[in-house]
């Protein structure tokens, strides 16, 4: 199973980014995904998941109304809509699998590589 993560990129606060995360090598519709970030001299953090279905997402409350998870299983791609970013949002941002919501919120059983999002003031 291989984790691609792409998008990231530098903004100005007040922007938008998309995050994608490309997954090959399993059968994404049966897994729930998230994504998690690591600011410096910060331990990685959960970000926000989706279920398998995509019927269920969870949040940090720190993005809730400004970040979006959002996955499309035939394209076996997740995404993370930003909006309204800010400094503090800076971060390389991870995604990652876990069979099911509750599971990938705190243990996911695949990680991708990060992609770096850096927030201008």
């Known amino acids: 199973v291989q984790l691609q993560a792409s998008g990231g990129g530098l903004v100005q606060a007040g922007g938008s980014l998309r995050l994608s995360c490309a997954v090959s090598g399993g059968i994404l519709s049966t897994y729930a995904m998230g994504w998690f970030r690591q600011a410096p001299g910060k331990e990685r953090g959960f970000v926000a998941a989706i279920s398998a279905s995509g019927g269920m997402t969870e949040y940090v409350d720190s993005v809730k109304g400004r970040f979006t998870i959002s996955r499309d299983n035939a394209k076996n791609t997740v995404y993370l809509q930003m909006n309204s970013l800010k400094t503090e949002d800076t971060a390389i941002y991870y995604c990652?699998?876990?069979?099911?919501?509750?599971?990938?919120?705190?243990?996911?059983?695949?990680w991708g590589q990060g992609t770096q999002v850096t927030v201008s003031s």
């Open positions: 990652a699998r876990g069979r099911r919501l509750a599971v990938v919120t705190t243990a996911p059983d695949y």
